[in-house]
């Protein structure tokens, strides 16, 4: 399930988009291989026990000899300290345990991969096969892969969760049917902060809920390749190099990303031009390949039946939100953009700290609509040909010269060439981020 998120130059042709998203620094990671995760037969009855661990008393003196002396349903709760290993919750004798640090302050319990050799080095903890397992109250730092990571599950609650400076994603679900990432902060991270990725279609559709986080200082503050029944709400992505993007990719299952709804987020400050100095390690990219955009704040790369409304865009200074169809996916039927709407957000800060350009949208697909947002000043295209209002049925009118401008905003060697700069307002406490220095502030440390 491993993923080159970035596309080779060579591919591009005339009127062809090409992006991807940043590269993956742990390219050697092996994951457990994706299964078709059912819902638990049985809920555990009990009785339960609780576990504690502290490394200094026990009776646990590790996480991991705690979840394997768990039945389903048993709480684990994890002393204050630094705890050095890669956890792993596995199979259907792992259901419904809990596993919890200090929900009040979760940065004094921390999972540090620092020096860790091999498998444990990749995950501070990794859920495969175990549905319903609880999360909360802990810090993931410098692990190889990924922090918190869920994979081949029905249901997961991440609560209370501190990401900073893993290989890959912060907080992570993939290949699983419903799921709660909640009140939690990922930041630095050479992916996303957040992400949830390859979800089953399914019939009777459970959804996944992003409330109430904050993604900063990431190459992407939310990914999300081929994801569906995904909710992300009540939450703020800034300063990442793009907010969020939902994307349809060739390297994971069930393309494109279809039925997720972006509202009532602030999406801000994303112009982070991680290029020219970040503080964690960047790919070393193969002769060709190129990233996402910076300074964009939502883009749909392909995607189906997506709503994003009610949202906060501003001084995202190449784009506030953007639709553009994945002209490079192989499955032609699963290319083009449908029945998404941008509709009732709001733009620019009430005239006060305004995107380079509002919106986007290449004209391409069907279905797709644009009306009732405000405080819109600037469009691509500025004609707004491709747009049409909400609701709207029939072929949207495509633009190659806006497609073409996207990829122009793709492929220079200047990810900030395309930017129009305006002046940020102020909000306490954080640093608007383009250009890292170790004195910045650029977000919480803590939910």
């Known amino acids: 399930m491993l993923r080159n998120k970035l596309i080779p130059i060579a591919a591009v042709t005339a009127g062809a988009a090409v992006l991807g998203t940043a590269g993956i620094a742990a390219a050697q990671t092996k994951y457990p291989p994706p299964t078709n995760p059912k819902a638990t037969a049985n809920k555990p009855k009990g009785p339960f026990k609780t576990l504690k661990v502290n490394k200094k008393t026990g009776p646990y003196k590790t996480i991991q000899k705690a979840v394997n002396a768990a039945k389903p349903g048993d709480t684990i709760r994890i002393a204050n300290g630094t705890y050095k290993e890669g956890v792993k919750v596995s199979g259907e004798?792992?259901?419904?345990?809990?596993?919890?640090?200090?929900?009040?302050?979760?940065?004094?319990?921390?999972?540090?991969?620092?020096?860790?050799?091999?498998?444990?080095?990749?995950?501070?903890?990794?859920?495969?096969?175990?549905?319903?397992?609880?999360?909360?109250?802990?810090?993931?730092?410098?692990?190889?892969?990924n922090g918190f990571?869920?994979?081949?599950?029905?249901?997961?609650?991440?609560?209370?969760?501190?990401a900073e400076r893993n290989g890959v994603y912060?907080?992570?679900?993939?290949?699983?049917?419903?799921?709660?990432?909640?009140?939690?902060?990922?930041?630095?991270?050479?992916?996303?902060?957040?992400?949830?990725?390859?979800?089953?279609?399914?019939?009777?559709?459970?959804?996944?809920?992003?409330?109430?986080?904050?993604?900063?200082?990431n190459v992407l503050g939310f990914s999300g390749t081929n994801m569906r029944y995904v909710t992300i709400t009540?939450?703020?992505?800034f300063n990442n190099g793009t907010g969020i993007v939902p994307n349809a990719l060739d390297s994971e299952k069930f393309a494109p990303p279809e039925d997720n709804v972006i509202a009532d987020n602030d999406v801000f400050w994303n112009n982070f031009n991680y290029r020219v100095g970040a503080p964690f390690p960047l790919r070393k990219s193969a002769v060709g390949e190129i990233p996402y955009p910076t300074g964009v704040g939502v883009l749909l790369f392909g995607g189906r039946d997506h709503i994003i409304e009610k949202n906060r865009f501003f001084g995202?200074?190449?784009?506030?939100?953007?639709?553009?169809?994945?002209?490079l996916l192989k499955e032609v039927g699963a290319q083009n953009l449908e029945g998404n709407q941008i509709k009732d957000n709001a733009f620019g800060k009430n005239n006060t700290d305004l995107n380079g350009r509002d919106l986007f949208y290449d004209g391409n697909g069907k279905d797709n609509c644009i009306s009732g947002n405000t405080g819109v000043q600037i469009t691509a295209p500025a004609d707004q040909s491709?747009?049409?209002?909400?609701?709207?049925?029939?072929?949207?009118?495509?633009?190659?010269?806006?497609q073409g401008e996207a990829i122009a905003w793709a492929t220079s060697t200047d990810p900030t060439a395309s930017f129009v700069r305006h002046p940020h307002t102020p909000i306490s406490g954080i640093t608007p981020l383009e250009t890292f220095s170790k004195t910045g502030n650029y977000g919480p440390k803590t939910p």
């Open 170 to 217: 912060g907080i992570y679900a993939f290949n699983s049917k419903g799921g709660t990432m909640k009140n939690s902060v990922a930041y630095y991270h050479n992916d996303a902060g957040f992400y949830i990725g390859q979800t089953p279609p399914q019939s009777k559709p459970v959804r996944s809920i992003v409330t109430n986080v904050q993604s900063w200082g």
């Open 93 to 145: 004798g792992k259901r419904y345990i809990k596993i919890i640090g200090n929900p009040a302050s979760p940065e004094k319990v921390v999972l540090d991969g620092t020096g860790l050799k091999g498998a444990a080095a990749q995950q501070a903890i990794q859920i495969n096969g175990a549905n319903e397992v609880g999360l909360q109250g802990m810090k993931a730092k410098n692990y190889k892969a």
């Open 386 to 402: 491709t747009f049409a209002p909400c609701p709207f049925t029939g072929n949207n009118a495509f633009s190659s010269t806006a």
């Open 234 to 237: 009540k939450s703020k992505w």
């Open 316 to 327: 995202n200074w190449l784009v506030g939100a953007g639709m553009l169809q994945q002209l």
């Open 149 to 162: 990571f869920a994979i081949n599950v029905v249901g997961y609650t991440m609560d209370r969760l501190i």
